[in-house]
């Protein structure tokens, strides 16, 4: 079975581009996160959707991120300006709705922003 | 509030030997699920093992087991026969009802296998 795939594995960019990171969970799961991992800050969940909808934004840093899921098997994750503090490594995960507690996550293989 | 501590930031183990990183969480929620990811130097996060609050043993998988201790609200990560392919950071998760879905994660603990 495919797993969580992400799209662009490793990008860099130039401060002031938008960049948009893609992600493709696994096919029946109804949740879907974005976290992002740094070294400073370790590992933050982001924004997470429950069958399309967003349902928590919180850790959405600022009006220069935004995400989008039009679909049960597309979500995107936009950066608009782009600055160096960006600079981490974004992960999509997908989980299946849970009959109790205990969704497990399943992660794809990340993708390495670095914004120069 | 969900809370997952991981208080070990490193640790070392002789090849063969067994380790245990530490973990513990709080949830006022009776029902949540606990969980233990590997994230190698290649950066990818794998799952490795998922306990439930009403399960009865200890959830086993391979060289994997999870000690939960659920009045000490623990649920350290015990690797038996540690080989240097074992060497990565590991984080602790939960989730429970309360936050429906969402997880929170430790800050991880890094192991160091030793040949």
């Known amino acids: 079975d495919a797993g969580v795939i992400q799209s662009p594995r490793h990008e860099v960019t130039e401060m002031g581009q938008e960049v948009t990171l893609r992600c493709k969970p696994i096919?029946?799961?109804?949740?879907l996160f974005w976290y992002r991992q740094t070294m400073m800050r370790g590992l933050e969940l982001l924004i997470y959707?429950?069958?399309?909808?967003?349902?928590?934004d919180s850790g959405m840093p600022e009006d220069r991120f935004s995400a989008k899921m039009p679909n049960a098997s597309f979500s995107t994750l936009k950066i608009q300006p782009s600055e160096p503090r960006d600079s981490a490594v974004y992960f999509c995960a997908s989980s299946l709705e849970a009959r109790r507690a205990g969704n497990t996550i399943y992660f794809g293989e990340g993708s390495w922003l670095t914004v120069v | 509030a969900q809370k997952i501590t991981q208080t070990q930031p490193g640790m070392f183990v002789q090849e063969k030997e067994a380790v245990t990183l530490d973990c513990t969480y709080d949830?006022?929620?009776?029902?949540?699920?606990l969980f233990w990811y590997k994230q190698p130097s290649s950066g990818e996060m794998i799952f490795l093992i998922y306990q439930g609050s009403y399960d009865q043993q200890n959830a086993t998988e391979g060289r994997y087991s999870l000690n939960f201790q659920k009045a000490r609200k623990s649920a350290n990560l015990v690797i038996s026969a540690s080989q240097l392919g074992d060497s990565a950071m590991y984080f602790c998760a939960m989730s429970d009802n309360t936050n429906a879905g969402k997880s929170t994660f430790g800050d991880g603990t890094t192991l160091t296998v030793k040949p």
């Open positions: 959707f429950n069958n399309n909808v967003p349902i928590d």
């Open positions: 949830t006022s929620d009776p029902s949540y699920g």
């Open positions: 096919s029946g799961h109804d949740y």
